[in-house]
């Protein structure tokens, strides 16, 4: 059984959003304003990010970094004890959901779908019928769904296949 953190402070006022994880002695959960905590398969540590903006998703990359998705669409970068903030934005959400599919990053909220590639955040280049899916995002089995209030769609790695 995995220990809960103990922690002073705004964790205790506000519990996690997310979490992801490189593997079951690797694990990041974040949330709150600037809560950031790694589990190493023995105990809880809390990361000291260079922010306290508020924390809602988290994406254990296959480049070997964590990605933070914070409020309006900001994203920090890094893992352990060195973080970077990489985007700084002022969208009115921040996004929901971030995977790491097809050697990228990919965010979604109800404005969109983005990439972060070498560093830099965009704006997925997608068909219309595509972005109008945005809201969740998972990754499984080799492709990659992405679902809203609008529909559905499933990236294979070489295309889309709308679902309804």
């Known amino acids: 059984m995995m220990p809960k953190p103990e922690a002073k402070g705004s964790f205790v006022q ?3 959003d997310a979490i992801a994880g490189f593997s079951a002695n690797d694990i ?5 304003e600037g809560d950031a905590w790694r589990y190493d398969g023995k105990r809880w540590y ?10 809602k998703s988290v994406c254990c990359a296959g480049d070997g970094h964590v990605y933070i998705g914070m409020q309006s669409g900001s994203v920090l970068r890094g893992r352990e004890d ?6 700084k934005d002022e969208m009115t959400l921040p996004f929901k959901d971030m995977v790491w599919f097809g050697g990228k990053v990919w965010c979604t909220s109800d404005y969109g779908l983005w990439v972060i590639e ?4 965009r704006e997925a280049p997608v068909p219309p019928e ?13 492709v990659m769904l992405l679902a809203g209030m609008y529909g559905a769609t499933v990236n294979d790695g070489k295309q889309w296949n709308r679902l309804w």
């Open 14 to 16: 506000g519990g996690f």
């Open 28 to 32: 990041y959960c974040v949330g709150g």
């Open 46 to 55: 809390q990361c000291p990010v260079p922010t306290n903006m508020q924390f």
């Open 130 to 142: 595509v972005k109008s899916c945005s809201g969740n995002l998972a990754v499984g089995d080799g």
């Open 118 to 121: 070498d560093g830099k955040l």
């Open 82 to 87: 060195k973080w970077t903030i990489i985007h």
